[in-house]
């Protein structure tokens, strides 16, 4: 994983427009290079385990779309429930599914703080006329 790259903010349609790239096991979303995401969203649904419980799945839904999200290690020793409202970052990868999936490397229960929901929407909206939308732009 390479932390020189930004983790987006996103939302999940959007990453239903991201590119694998030929080399460095990233992605390209209008030219923007990136390998990790950050989403916030309701969880949907209960942890499913695996791999001997040391690993679990949970979906988030940000209303745009919903992105399968793996959880390991500290992150399985919290509660997590269907309802709570998360902010997520994680590498991306594209599974082979529909859904967008999230290794978590960080996920904080924002539930405690209704106000950041509504928040988030504008941040992505905001960050992506400061910074992405001249990269798309340069691109025409």
């Not at 096991?25 to 950050?38: D, E, H, K, V």
């Not at 992105?67 to 919290?78: K, V, W, Y």
């Not at 001249?134 to 691109?139: A, I, N, Q, T, V």
Request: a negative charge.
């Amino acid at each position: 994983m390479d932390y020189s790259l930004a983790a987006l903010k996103l939302l999940c349609v959007q990453l239903g427009s991201a590119r694998q790239t030929t080399s460095q096991n990233a992605f390209t979303l209008g030219g923007i290079l990136f390998q990790r995401a950050w989403l916030q969203g309701v969880l949907v649904s209960t942890p499913s385990f695996s791999d001997g419980g040391r690993t679990a799945r949970l979906q988030l839904d940000d209303g745009t779309g919903v992105a399968e999200l793996f959880i390991s290690g500290d992150f399985l020793n919290r509660s997590w429930e269907t309802g709570m409202y998360v902010m997520v970052v994680g590498g991306y990868f594209v599974g082979a599914g529909d859904a967008p999936m999230i290794k978590v490397h960080k996920i904080v229960d924002l539930s405690p703080f209704p106000d950041r929901e509504s928040m988030w929407y504008l941040e992505v909206m905001e960050v992506f006329k400061l910074f992405y939308q001249p990269l798309f732009e340069e691109r025409d």
